[in-house]
């Protein structure tokens, strides 16, 4: 009798772990495979139809484009959708792909026909840029001196742009309509203040400095344009610092004020 119940204990028990290895309606899917026969057939380089203008070029998993300063980008494809790993991850659905033809939607919902380039001579709009592309970056060490008055006492300002290399990488769009990835780079700044010899302020500044007053995904597309003497008055002496997207109209300024005792307030310019 004990033999039996034993017997019926482990057959219950095993039926329970079998039960609980079934998959459910709501369990998690495996996630897609990769289309790999679609991701050999995209090799090469592509042209655009009706620009007749040499779109990207794929190699291995990875896409590279013909100007100097968008970044290469590794890239996937998944029933029927590329998947471009940038910044961002963008998927862009296909419309039509075979041995010579690659047709997709960009980012506006136009279909984009590319065409497998023949031309010999197109293997050389990638020949140094595939390896090192162009960041873009003004580059320039800026320096200002200025004296400014309040009440009978001068104070000495001195404003250094120093350039750095701390990658900002900014999305944008080229002539097909696909988001690329280029590179800038952000700058720290440096304040002092002086009151004759005696040293009222300094300090380096980094764009991090002002995550408070700028929104963080602006911030993380921004670089630390500059800071501009304003004026001094009874509050301390006021600059305009600008945190801006390169290459765009976009910019914050934030007062950056400093007391004649040194203190710092930072506020969102009107």
């Given at each position: 009798m004990?033999k039996?119940?034993?017997?019926?204990?482990?057959?219950?028990?095993?039926?329970?772990?079998?039960g609980?290895?079934?998959?459910r309606?709501?369990d998690?899917q495996d996630?897609?495979?990769?289309?790999?026969a679609?991701?050999?057939?995209?090799?090469?380089?592509?042209?655009?139809?009706?620009e007749?203008?040499v779109?990207?070029m794929?190699?291995?998993?990875?896409?590279?484009y013909?100007?100097?300063t968008s970044?290469?980008v590794?890239?996937?494809?998944?029933?029927?959708?590329l998947?471009?790993?940038g910044?961002?991850?963008v998927?862009?659905p296909?419309?039509?792909?075979?041995a010579?033809l690659?047709?997709?939607?960009?980012q506006?919902?136009?279909?984009?026909k590319?065409?497998l380039?023949?031309?010999?001579?197109?293997k050389?709009?990638?020949?140094s840029?595939?390896k090192r592309?162009?960041?873009l970056?003004?580059?320039?060490l800026i320096?200002?001196?200025s004296?400014?008055?309040?009440e009978?006492?001068?104070?000495?300002?001195?404003?250094?742009v120093?350039?750095t290399?701390?990658?900002v990488?900014?999305?944008?769009?080229n002539?097909?309509g696909?988001e690329?990835?280029?590179?800038?780079?952000d700058?720290i700044?440096h304040?002092?203040l002086?009151?004759g010899?005696e040293?009222?302020?300094?300090?380096d500044?980094?764009?991090q400095d002002?995550a408070?007053?700028?929104?963080?995904?602006?911030?993380?597309?921004g670089?630390?344009?500059?800071?501009?003497l304003?004026?001094?008055?009874?509050?301390?002496?006021?600059?305009n610092t600008?945190?801006?997207i390169?290459?765009?109209?976009?910019?914050?300024v934030?007062?950056t004020?400093?007391?004649?005792q040194?203190k710092?307030?930072?506020?969102?310019?009107?």
């Amino acid at each position: 009798m004990k033999k039996m119940k034993r017997t019926l204990f482990i057959l219950f028990v095993i039926v329970l772990v079998m039960g609980g290895c079934r998959k459910r309606p709501g369990d998690r899917q495996d996630a897609p495979r990769e289309d790999v026969a679609a991701k050999k057939m995209l090799q090469g380089i592509w042209v655009n139809e009706d620009e007749e203008d040499v779109a990207f070029m794929a190699k291995g998993d990875t896409i590279f484009y013909p100007d100097s300063t968008s970044q290469p980008v590794y890239f996937q494809i998944f029933n029927d959708t590329l998947v471009l790993h940038g910044a961002n991850d963008v998927k862009y659905p296909i419309v039509k792909q075979a041995a010579h033809l690659f047709e997709f939607k960009n980012q506006n919902g136009d279909v984009v026909k590319l065409t497998l380039s023949d031309n010999p001579y197109d293997k050389y709009v990638f020949a140094s840029n595939a390896k090192r592309p162009q960041a873009l970056n003004q580059n320039q060490l800026i320096k200002r001196d200025s004296v400014v008055s309040f009440e009978g006492e001068k104070y000495h300002s001195y404003v250094q742009v120093n350039p750095t290399t701390y990658k900002v990488v900014k999305a944008s769009y080229n002539d097909e309509g696909v988001e690329v990835d280029n590179v800038y780079y952000d700058n720290i700044i440096h304040i002092s203040l002086y009151k004759g010899a005696e040293k009222v302020f300094s300090r380096d500044f980094h764009k991090q400095d002002f995550a408070r007053q700028v929104p963080k995904d602006f911030l993380r597309q921004g670089i630390l344009n500059d800071i501009l003497l304003v004026k001094a008055d009874a509050a301390g002496v006021h600059y305009n610092t600008m945190i801006g997207i390169p290459d765009s109209p976009s910019s914050y300024v934030v007062e950056t004020i400093i007391s004649y005792q040194g203190k710092l307030t930072l506020k969102l310019a009107n």
